[in-house]
T-cell receptor, first 115, second 116 residues
Framework: DAMVIQNPRYQVTQFGKPVTLSCSQT?????MYWYQQKSSQAPKLLFH???????NEADTPDNFQSRRPNTSFCFLDIRSPGLGDAAMYLC??????????????FGPGTRLTVT | AQSVTQPDIHITVSEGASLELRCNYS??????LFWYVQSPGQGLQLLLK??????LVQGIKGFEAEFKRSQSSFNLRKPSVHWSDAAEYFC??????????????FGKGTKLSVKP
């Protein structure tokens, strides 16, 4: 039944060691998003893919990259994690962009700890 | 710029009591509005959404919300709260113009505690 799946649920990495978070979806949605949510804060959009088109938010650090090899999968790469990157990372999908009047479906998130 | 304000950071209600969580938005036209709920350590679950039409929207888990254009509000209500409703609630507006047209702009959230 799971529609948006994130692996792993918990990830521990060392300061400066590259890490990859994974998201997959069974909804066949066109759009996939990555959000960063720090403790007691609102989710903040990092970037999204509309099909194969990548859209980066203006204030997303270069340290964060993403790949979408096919419709179902999307990856978040953090090239050199810093202590400030410790957060919950949420993946979401939608059939179309919000401006077209569609909602986003969220995965359970990956909690990243940086030691 | 579009923005969302949730004035209450933390609300505590007794089980069985009614609930209203406030949300105000800033937007130049009819917005797309959403309420999401997040349990600790979990992702966000959509409770309800407003795109157009009837201003009173019914959602899951017995929640409803009313869009009031004159007050730029989209408050979430539930007539009788259950202990399992304890969670964080986020109001969001859909970005429909500007560079970030894929974006949901979230409020800072309201944490709901339920007393037995």
């Amino acid at each position: 039944d799971a529609m948006v799946i994130q692996n792993p649920r918990y990830q521990v990495t060392q300061f400066g060691k590259p890490v990859t978070l994974s998201c997959s979806q069974t909804l066949n949605h066109n759009v996939m998003y990555w959000y960063q949510q720090k403790s007691s804060q609102a989710p903040k959009l990092l970037f999204h893919y509309y099909d194969k088109d990548f859209n980066n938010e203006a204030d997303t650090p270069d340290n964060f990259q993403s790949r979408r090899p096919n419709t179902s999968f999307c990856f978040l790469d953090i090239r050199s994690p810093g202590l400030g990157d410790a957060a919950m990372y949420l993946c979401a999908t939608s059939r179309d962009l919000v401006r077209q009047g569609t909602e986003q479906y969220f995965g359970p998130g990956t909690r990243l700890t940086v030691t | 710029a579009q923005s969302v304000t949730q004035p209450d950071i933390h609300i505590t209600v007794s089980e069985g009591a009614s609930l209203e969580l406030r949300c105000n938005y800033s937007y130049g036209a009819t917005p797309y509005l959403f309420w999401y709920v997040q349990s600790p350590g979990q992702g966000l679950q959509l409770l309800l959404k407003y795109f157009s039409g009837d201003t009173l929207v019914q959602g899951i888990k017995g929640f409803e919300a009313e869009f009031k254009r004159s007050q730029s509000s989209f408050n979430l209500r539930k007539p009788s709260v259950h202990w399992s409703d304890a969670a964080e609630y986020f109001c969001a507006v859909g970005a429909v113009y500007g560079g970030s047209q894929g974006n949901l702009i979230f409020g800072k959230g309201t944490k709901l505690s339920v007393k037995p």
